[in-house]
């Protein structure tokens, strides 16, 4: 595929291309389709027409058979015949330039971040935090602020924790939020998170995006994929937070781009349900926000799910490319949401978008992009190109050797235990704490306003506090708008 300067889709029922400018790439896009329809086959050709345009990649692999991109295809059966189909495709079988993640470092590099680098908001979300927990761990990460106090992994927030209950004299005004109820119920679901194996996560080294951004040795962006077969199944809230927290960490450290000719990341996000279901509305309205706002950072972010009814309409309406698989309707509920997602298209009048939804085979989908000018195109039935790397996964063999050519081999292997809260806290025990007078420079560049919302509750209820809390979050500076530190990485 030479021209690297558009998004070819597939070809439509006349044999021509379906295709989109890749400079209107930032502009998002969603994949979505029933079981067994052929989302993951779309996704990885998607990833391929990216890192032939130099362009970065970062997917999660769900159900492990994305991993074939390390490998050259070998067509054969119907994949052949719809390749002979294509021949302006240029389809050459190929292998691209895959680098492996695994939280857990069993079947990729470690992947990493910090509990300072997360902040209080998203760490909350993954925690499933009640309102009167949520204020007081904002209370805690404005006392590790203060105190210079870094906290990297588990051990150092229960370290934390555990120094607060014994000197409650730190939190200042914010004590009342700061119970012994709420203290027990932190360290109940943070234990609950190890038993998840969650807290290989958090950590160093932890991840940085100049190496999701490198592009490879002959041009081509790298595809960088994260193992979460077991990852979504068994603590789906760990794959969700991170790749919550990835977004944020884009949106707050790259620069502005303006218009370019094409993005520096495509962002795939499989179960994309997950990042919605359960998430708290002061989170759900920063990550929308951050979505609509991230395009001019230079990153287009794309959602694959089943049906488009499991995103909120609001992210719905920023999404440009669409790329809808067969879907069924066997109740009246599920025939309604069948409307709606034919409803989403620009209609054509050469066929009936809802009856085609249903008749679709695999390979199929109905596919509406942008026009040059960045309005919907028409919708088409549209047969998905074929990738060129492997449909289907790795071997083990073949996933190791993968591992051991990789650029970052040693970056991220071997965990770094430095001196952080855990060891701090450790050395004072047996001595007297004093709370450290704050300067008002220190008090300023707390997560924001976070810390003023805290000492503004102090001698209330804990609800009205935290109410108060949610109402002020949107000011945030310091740790953006999704409460990670700017700049991302704490000294």
């Known amino acids: 595929m030479s021209d690297t300067s558009t998004i070819v889709v597939g070809a439509d029922p006349n044999g021509q291309p379906v295709q989109q400018a890749m400079r209107l790439a930032n502009r998002h896009g969603l994949v979505a389709g029933a079981t067994g329809t052929g989302k993951t086959v779309t996704l990885q050709h998607l990833a391929e027409v990216f890192s032939d345009a130099g362009v970065a990649v970062f997917a999660a692999d769900v159900k492990g058979d994305l991993c074939g991109l390390g490998a050259a295809g070998a067509p054969q059966g119907k994949v052949a015949e719809r390749i002979v189909g294509m021949p302006w495709l240029g389809h050459t079988p190929k292998a691209y330039p895959v680098t492996l993640w695994d939280v857990a470092g069993q079947s990729g590099h470690p992947l990493r971040t910090t509990l300072s680098e997360m902040g209080p908001l998203l760490l909350g979300n993954l925690l499933e935090l009640t309102d009167s927990q949520q204020a007081a761990l904002y209370a805690a990460f404005k006392v590790a602020d203060r105190e210079g106090l870094l906290l990297l992994d588990l051990k150092d927030l229960k370290a934390l924790l555990a120094h607060l209950k014994d000197n409650p004299q730190l939190l200042g005004e914010d ?289 009205s506090a935290v109410r108060q809390a949610a109402n002020q979050l949107g000011r945030q500076l310091v740790r953006g708008l999704m409460g990670s530190l700017l700049g991302g990485k704490k000294k």
């Open 175 to 463: 004590s009342a939020l700061m119970t012994t109820g709420s203290t027990q119920a932190l360290l109940r679901r943070l234990a609950t998170l190890e038993q998840q194996g969650a807290e290989a996560l958090f950590g160093e080294p932890a991840l940085q995006l100049e190496d999701l951004l490198r592009p490879d040795a002959d041009g081509r962006g790298r595809i960088h994929l994260l193992d979460a077969s077991r990852l979504v199944h068994e603590a789906p809230k760990v794959y969700a937070t991170f790749l919550l927290w990835l977004l944020a960490e884009l949106f707050e450290q790259l620069p502005e781009r303006g218009d370019a000719d094409k993005p520096v990341l495509a962002l795939f996000f499989d179960e994309a349900h997950l990042l919605f279901n359960g998430t708290p509305k002061a989170l759900q309205d920063r990550l929308e926000q951050v979505v609509r706002l991230i395009r001019s950072k230079g990153v287009g972010v794309y959602f694959v799910t089943q049906s488009p009814g499991d995103l909120p309409d609001s992210v719905l309406a920023q999404l440009g490319l669409r790329i809808q698989h067969g879907l069924r309707a066997f109740t009246a509920k599920e025939q309604k949401s069948l409307r709606a997602v034919a409803d989403g298209f620009r209609p054509n009048p050469a066929f009936d978008s809802l009856a085609v939804l249903t008749e679709l085979g695999i390979g199929e989908a109905l596919v509406g992009t942008l026009e040059d000018k960045g309005t919907p195109a028409m919708v088409q039935r549209v047969l998905i190109a074929p990738p060129q790397s492997r449909i289907g996964p790795l071997s083990a063999a073949e996933r190791s050797a993968l591992i051991a050519a990789s650029p970052l081999l040693g970056r991220y292997d071997k965990a770094i235990d430095r001196e952080s809260a855990y060891e701090m806290l450790s050395q004072r025990k047996g001595e007297a704490v004093e709370p450290a007078p704050v300067p008002k420079a220190d008090e300023e560049s707390f997560t924001d306003k976070a810390g003023e919302f805290l000492q503004s509750a102090a001698g209330q209820a804990i609800k």
